[in-house]
């Protein structure tokens, strides 16, 4: 990469504008839910024109997470590189690709131009209808990863064309730690790192059955808890999803606070938001009875380390159990994986939808009277949780500090449970 085309001080502001704009894309404002979170900003906080004074982003320490977008035209138009492994294809996606794809698509739309280097699938690849995002595909690594050397050759290539790039984004290790030594306007986004997922380790010893060996992970973990350490200070700027993520990657990883951003993971918000209509329309189409209720739903990847195990044995007790909960509550499923067949196995009071389009997934939450995500990963923030509390519905989540840190803060925001059987049959019955 060209190295004399702008000085650190021009960096210094160009990455402002990018991590201002993606915080603002990027959150969603969390005050309604949290009366009295240190994370939760005043409006007058972050604008400059009511304080009539300047306001450095990557100065700030907690989460950001009330912005908002002038009426007006952007200043200036940045022109922003983004390597992430995979481009999210319609509703088949994690995390990490609906992450870039909301906050990348909406740049474009705002006019920045995006360069996006991503691999090529078999799969169709989708149209977006905004001329100011371009994209760069290459065949994947061996191993399935973005091919690091004909990507960057690509790179070099764009960057060398016309304007340099005013930032780099890269989606986790997208672009990995050698390659983005040394570029001083580049920011890399955590959706998990090595050391939240010990915990997930260790919760998932204690779930194993009595037959099932023990997996060697905790030493493999460690191993690459200390290699992430060494590596993650070869990228300049941070951008961590959680509060706790933030802190982990200032004490533990022994990140300059300075070059640590904690900006949650957002969401459309034209889409997910409170419709009393969707509600029974939902409801009657996907044939839940009129005398329900209590309706539960569960989302998202229906695996494993979701805790989809644990979620199907505790709705197996609580159905056999509980008559009157076996009465009166449905759970509905959006979601793809293994799972999905499983849940049907416990009768007529489970209804498995399959994996939704956005705006069926924005009436599926508005017909819930409670949200549930049972996950036993202790990484990142699950978007699901913010889609329904978008959608104004009641959320319930596993004890984890990314998710008591930054969203169920209290008991006024929602519900949380151990990853335990027990635990989570009496979240069940006491919604």
């Known amino acids: 990469m060209r190295k004399d085309h702008c000085s650190s001080s021009v960096h210094f502001h160009l990455?402002?504008?990018?991590?201002?704009?993606?915080?603002?894309?990027?959150?969603?404002?969390?005050?309604f839910w949290s009366q009295s979170s240190a994370s939760c900003i005043g409006e007058a906080a972050l604008?400059?024109?009511?304080?009539?004074?300047?306001?450095?982003?990557?100065?700030?320490?907690?989460?950001?997470?009330?912005?908002?977008?002038?009426?007006?035209?952007?200043?200036?138009l940045l022109k922003v590189a983004l390597f992430v492994k995979r481009w999210p294809h319609r509703n088949l996606a994690g995390g990490l690709e609906r992450h870039a794809l909301t906050l990348h698509l909406a740049l474009a739309r705002r006019g920045h131009e995006i360069h996006v280097f991503t691999t090529k699938s078999n799969a169709t690849f989708p149209r977006h209808n905004d001329g100011a995002m371009s994209f760069h595909r290459t065949p994947p690594s061996p191993a399935g990863y973005l091919n690091q050397g004909l990507a960057w050759e690509q790179f070099q290539t764009e960057n060398a064309t016309g304007r340099p790039f005013d930032v780099i984004h890269s989606e986790s290790v997208g672009l990995l730690h050698g390659r983005a030594r040394n570029i001083s306007n580049l920011a890399a986004s955590w959706h998990g790192i090595a050391y939240e997922t010990i915990h997930s380790d260790v919760v998932q010893d204690l779930l194993r059955g009595p037959d099932e060996p023990r997996r060697?992970?905790?030493?493999?973990?460690?191993?690459?808890?200390?290699?992430?350490?060494?590596?993650?200070?070869?990228?300049?700027?941070?951008?961590?999803?959680s509060d706790h993520v933030g802190d982990v990657l200032k004490r533990i990883y022994m990140i300059p606070e300075e070059r640590v951003h904690i900006i949650v993971n957002g969401v459309d918000e034209s889409i997910y938001r409170p419709d009393p209509k969707m509600r029974e329309e939902f409801r009657r189409k996907v044939g839940v009875p009129d005398r329900a209720r209590l309706v539960i739903g569960l989302a998202g990847r229906l695996v494993k380390d979701k805790g989809h195990p644990l979620m199907f044995e505790a709705l197996k007790q609580v159905f056999g159990e509980e008559e009157r909960f076996r009465r009166d509550a449905f759970v509905l499923v959006a979601g793809d994986g293994p799972w999905g067949n499983r849940y049907k196995e416990l009768g007529r009071n489970i209804i498995v939808l399959g994996p939704l389009e956005q705006s069926e997934l924005a009436k599926f939450y508005n017909s819930l009277d409670v949200y549930l995500n049972p996950t036993l990963r202790a990484q990142g923030l699950d978007h699901t949780f913010i889609e329904a509390m978008l959608s104004g519905v009641a959320i319930a989540g596993t004890r984890f500090a990314s998710i008591t840190g930054t969203l169920i803060v209290g008991s006024d925001v929602g519900y949380t449970f151990l990853?335990?059987?027990?635990?989570?049959?009496?979240?069940?019955?006491?919604?």
């Open 15 to 31: 990455l402002c504008r990018f991590l201002f704009a993606f915080s603002v894309l990027s959150s969603v404002s969390l005050v």
């Open 47 to 76: 604008n400059p024109e009511k304080r009539n004074e300047s306001f450095h982003l990557l100065a700030f320490p907690s989460a950001l997470n009330q912005l908002s977008f002038s009426a007006k035209p952007p200043r200036r």
């Open 216 to 241: 060697p992970t905790i030493t493999e973990r460690l191993s690459k808890v200390i290699e992430e350490v060494k590596f993650f200070p070869h990228y300049a700027h941070h951008v961590a999803t």
């Open 419 to 431: 990853p335990t059987v027990e635990s989570l049959k009496e979240s069940c019955t006491r919604s």
